[in-house]
């Protein structure tokens, strides 16, 4: 195949997070087969981009991919080069073997929130109907599993946004948690400086003063894992205060009895104690959201990232029922989705408990409906398999996953306790890695697939706010490279399903459509043609003449009774919180110039070149107590684990608390650090808190 150039502008999106830009791509100059242009159309980003976006082009080149299958003849050996035929031989005769020798749950798959939405529909088909196994799941359980959790059990749906962005201007007052969208999704700053000219207010929580911090009215700035406690003082004070809408909570809510005791004993000098946030930014910020006309709360990995996310992001969405500020125009409760798939990434079947169109695994008509469309019997359709970490746990394991197809992720850097998740995947007995680069994890992969990307491939993805968008193909990928859903049907084929995997996206997205009709996730009346005509569909859309649902809950929630759902809950601490050997709290983020775990963003040189690797941040009243200079290299420890990085003295840091980029593998890795300690319900790892020492690497080498 020969890599033809772009004859004409194509309207396509970025390959990054989950704001999706619209980017334009025409013919490239000299040695770049495209170039990016403003799309200002597009309503979500009108033109903007982000440096991540606009230097996408760079990821097409030869010299930063993979542009051929690689195989390992032994262990330890070295990966050389192959043939696709051999290649995927290979792999079919590996998971065959393992799956005969041990049964089909030691086939493990693991997916990721960037994948389109044809391609996690086609890998949670593969999984349940070809390897008929129970074990997949994805790296999206690591990014926003607890705001869906808590969105399901309160409205009875989980979509990122209830609202599309331009809502956000219009609200009265908004209090975004554990969030820093002026780093991570730049051109949605937008929206949270047209609030502030509208007259609305700005509140931000975040243990950090980021950039977003920088443009609020008011900074909270709790410990790690103090936001729990902090929804409930602040529903405390509105509560004492009278601004509670009770009409609202009689008519379209239940169980705000709970909730209010519950947060009668969060009283604010206690918060206070618990948070750190003095008691007249408590009553300030109470008083501001409580009186405003209207309100939203958005949150993000802060608050989800937790052992406890899902009731710290309960107790937020209680803070918006209370005041009445949820199922009308320009309020309610919203998360900030990361991956740039990672809304529908979680809808369409890549999730170990769920079937196509978000539908429960174990719901039996759900089982039916989906087993009519792939033309299996319903029985043949396994149950609910282990979440993500539990499953890289499991590797290697007698009873756990001995072989792993692994797609559109990057663990040895993006798992916590990241060190141990390397250890598991060396221990397999089959690692496969489809990717387009040579990943930290396709390093240890057995046999490597080379996959086609972004601007080589058609397919669809839906935004954070719900809206289910087209990326087009825009040139031939290089030889040598094939797209996922063309791999997984050699794969079918091979192991005894020659039939209903399709190899291109439009095909497949139409077997999707049906196997979603009638689910939560409805995209029975989207079609490619309706994408690209109207900007992107936002679902449910069940009908192709239904206009989509920008707005959810206006009239009812999608709860049996149509009540949204008051959650239970009271303060607790961390799994791990600081004691006498780790004193001080890690939290971990991103940075404006890396997405995820750097797998692409770190081969794009302008973008190395802004953050060329990872540091420590911390206050310099820490600092001073440590001795530690500014650009010193630190040690950071924890239970886990060990990183080494260069100190980065700010006082935007809470003295009790360092800050690490986790986007790069190698001595710095900050997940070597993190805790895997699990939330019960949405099985989300504590990726934002954990225990921790910190001291000069020269002082730890003369001990
Ligand atoms: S990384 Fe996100 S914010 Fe930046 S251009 Fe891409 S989609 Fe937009």
Redesign the pocket.
């Given at each position: 195949m020969t890599r033809t150039a772009l004859a004409a502008a194509t309207d396509t999106?970025?390959?990054?997070?989950?704001?999706?830009?619209g980017m334009r791509l025409a013919p490239g100059r000299g040695r770049a087969a495209v170039e990016v242009l403003e799309r200002p159309d597009f309503p979500v980003?009108r033109g903007a981009?982000?440096g991540?976006?606009?230097s996408a082009p760079a990821l097409l080149a030869r010299d930063v991919r993979l542009t051929g299958p690689l195989l390992r003849d032994r262990p330890g050996g070295p990966l050389r080069s192959a043939g696709w035929p051999e290649a995927l031989d290979t792999v079919a005769a590996g998971l065959a073997r393992v799956r005969e020798e041990h049964g089909p749950d030691a086939v493990g798959v693991f997916g990721g929130g960037g994948l389109t939405n044809e391609k996690a529909y086609l890998l949670g088909k593969f999984a349940r109907v070809v390897l008929g196994t129970a074990n997949i799941d994805y790296n999206g359980r690591f990014c926003m599993s607890s705001a869906a959790a808590a969105h399901r059990r309160a409205f009875g749906l989980d979509r990122g946004l209830p609202f599309p962005l331009d809502d956000i201007p219009h609200t009265g007052c908004l209090i975004l948690v554990g969030g820093n969208p002026a780093d991570t999704?730049?051109?949605?700053v937008r929206y949270l400086r047209e609030l502030r000219e509208n007259g609305g207010r700005l509140i931000v929580v975040d243990p950090r003063r980021t950039r977003t911090a920088e443009l609020a009215d008011l900074h909270l700035q709790p410990r790690p894992g103090g936001d729990l406690a902090l929804a409930l003082g602040l529903l405390h004070l509105v509560i004492a205060d009278g601004l509670t809408d009770q009409d609202f909570i009689d008519a379209r809510t239940t169980g705000f009895e709970r909730a209010r005791e519950s947060a009668m004993a969060h009283w604010p000098d206690r918060v206070e104690r618990i948070t750190g946030v003095p008691v007249h930014q408590l009553r300030e910020a109470a008083g501001m959201f409580g009186r405003a006309e209207s309100g939203m709360v958005l949150t993000a990995r802060g608050p989800e990232q937790q052992s406890k996310g899902t009731d710290t992001v309960g107790a937020w969405i209680n803070l918006c029922l209370a005041t009445g500020k949820s199922g009308r125009r320009y309020s309610g409760y919203g998360c900030l989705t990361g991956q740039?798939n990672g809304q529908g990434g979680r809808e369409h079947g890549q999730k170990a408990d769920q079937l196509p169109g978000y539908r429960s695994i174990e719901d039996p008509a759900a089982r039916a409906h989906v087993a009519a469309v792939w033309g299996v019997a319903a029985d043949s359709i396994p149950g609910p398999g282990r979440s993500a970490y539990e499953l890289l746990d499991s590797l290697g394991r007698p009873d756990g996953v001995r072989a792993l197809l692994l797609a559109g992720s990057n663990p040895v850097v993006s798992a916590p306790n990241a060190g141990h998740v390397t250890e598991r995947l060396r221990a397999l007995d089959l690692l496969v890695v489809a990717d387009v680069v040579l990943s930290e994890t396709a390093r240890l992969a057995d046999v490597v697939l080379p996959v086609t990307q972004w601007a080589e491939e058609d397919g669809t993805t839906t935004n954070l706010e719900g809206r289910v968008i087209l990326r087009r193909r825009a040139v031939d990928p290089p030889e040598g490279v094939r797209g996922e859903l063309w791999v997984l049907r050699e794969l079918a084929a091979r192991l005894g399903v020659p039939t209903g995997f399709p190899a291109e996206a439009e095909p497949a997205f139409e077997e999707l459509r049906r196997a979603s009709a009638g689910g939560d996730a409805d995209y029975a009346g989207i079609s490619y043609r309706r994408i690209a005509d109207e900007d992107g569909v936002f679902w449910p859309c069940p009908t192709p003449d239904h206009p989509g649902t920008p707005r959810l809950f206006l009239e009812r929630y999608a709860t049996p009774d149509g009540r949204a759902r008051f959650a239970d809950v009271t303060h607790r601490p961390a799994a791990e919180e600081p004691d006498e050997a780790y004193p001080l709290y890690l939290t971990t983020g991103r940075v404006l110039a890396h997405?995820q775990s750097g797998a692409q963003t770190r081969r794009v040189a302008e973008l190395n070149a802004a953050a060329p690797g990872p540091y420590v941040e911390l206050h310099p009243r820490l600092a001073g107590r440590l001795g530690i200079a500014d650009g010193e290299p630190v040690a950071v420890t924890s239970r886990r684990g060990r990183a080494v990085a260069p100190a980065r003295i700010t006082d935007a840091i809470r003295p009790d608390t360092v800050f690490m980029p986790f986007h790069w593998a190698g001595a710095g890795r900050a997940n070597s650090l993190t805790n895997p300690a699990l939330d019960p319900v949405s099985r989300m790892p504590e990726f934002k808190l954990c225990a921790v020492r910190v001291e000069p690497v020269r002082t730890e080498a003369a001990k």
């Open positions: 999106h970025c390959p990054y997070c989950a704001l999706q830009c980003n981009l982000c991540k976006g606009s999704m730049p051109p949605a740039g997405y």
